[in-house]
């Protein structure tokens, strides 16, 4: 990490805006080759969805540059200095993730929650959960056993509540010794992913736990609001439009809560819960 400086506006020469979600996004760069290792970097990271505009202000900048041996990386952030590092992978990495957290934070038109989400049947499986939890694990699962692959990183939710697909590969964490993590497709675990909005029929607030049993607590709509707000990204930025979509999203949905055993066997056994549950309240 580096000392936080303010950078001077002609450090950079070459700039470009676009546009993610309704958020206006400025790269600015100290060279041509930096600039369009960033806009590669922000195109993977929000899996395409931007399109570069002309002549207008953006509402956040990042900025990148070299130092003078060429061999150190700095970051800047609305015109501050955040970060460094001579990892070139490492670096890029660090801002793919800020990014699309800056442009969770920012839209004005979507609500972004930290959570696994698949489709099943025509709803969507919402899991929000920190990292760290066995969100993807469980996520990767469900697709094996015919669930679509929506998202392993959030859930996008429109005005009305229905969850739109945010498929960036699956990043599966795994122990070599130390910690490492893969990407994955979901088409290699024999999954497919889920193209159309969908509304929630299921919020599973649920987190591994050796030898746990599963025994679910159903919740309120206003309790798992509650569970859930911590997971939602523009809770602060954009308040009262979160807790419109949160409300709208959920008043349908059912919503559990247990901590579970493991991802392989809790995958079939939730399937299978959720097939009943929706029978019988068609029934009732």
Same mark, same amino acid.
């Given at each position: 990490m580096s000392q936080n400086s303010v950078i001077s506006d002609h450090a950079f020469d070459f700039k470009l805006v676009f546009e993610s979600y309704g958020v206006r996004v400025k790269l600015e760069a100290s060279s041509k080759e930096l600039l369009e290792k960033a806009s590669n970097a922000a195109e993977s990271a929000l899996l395409g969805r931007l399109e570069v505009i002309e002549n207008v202000n953006a509402e956040h900048?990042?900025? +990148?540059?070299?130092?003078? $041996?060429?061999?150190?990386?700095?970051?800047?952030?609305?015109?501050? *200095?955040?970060?460094s590092d001579t990892s070139v992978k490492r +670096?890029?990495?660090?801002? $793919?993730?800020?990014?699309?957290?800056?442009?969770?934070?920012?839209? *004005?038109?979507?609500?972004?929650i930290h959570a696994g989400v698949v489709g099943w049947k025509g709803r969507a499986i919402v899991?929000?959960?920190?990292?760290?939890?066995?969100?993807?694990?469980?996520?990767?699962?469900?697709?094996?056993?015919?669930?679509?692959?929506?998202?392993?990183?959030y859930a996008v939710l429109d005005e009305n509540g229905l969850v739109h697909s945010f498929p960036r590969l699956l990043a599966i964490r795994y122990f070599d010794g130390e910690l490492r993590e893969k990407l994955v497709n979901p088409s290699s675990l024999g999954g497919r992913v889920g193209r159309v909005e969908i509304p929630i029929g299921l919020v599973l607030?649920?987190?591994?736990?050796?030898?746990?049993?599963?025994?679910?607590?159903?919740?309120?709509?206003?309790?798992g609001i509650i569970e859930m707000i911590p997971h939602t990204i523009p809770r602060r930025s954009n308040t009262e439009f979160s807790l419109k979509v949160l409300n709208t999203s959920v008043s349908d949905a059912i919503i559990l809560k247990s901590p579970r055993g493991e991802a392989s066997d809790f995958a079939v056994e939730i399937l299978s819960y959720f097939d009943n549950y929706t029978s019988l309240a068609r029934i009732t």
């Open positions: 900048s990042f900025g +990148f540059s070299l130092d003078d $041996d060429g061999e150190t990386l700095f970051l800047h952030e609305n015109g501050e *200095r955040i970060t +670096f890029f990495r660090f801002f $793919d993730s800020l990014l699309r957290i800056k442009v969770a934070e920012l839209t *004005r038109d979507r609500v972004f899991i929000p959960a920190n990292s760290f939890r066995g969100k993807t694990s469980l996520v990767a699962e469900l697709v094996r056993n015919g669930a679509e692959y929506y998202s392993d990183e607030l649920t987190e591994y736990e050796a030898d746990a049993v599963w025994n679910p607590q159903t919740l309120t709509a206003g309790q």
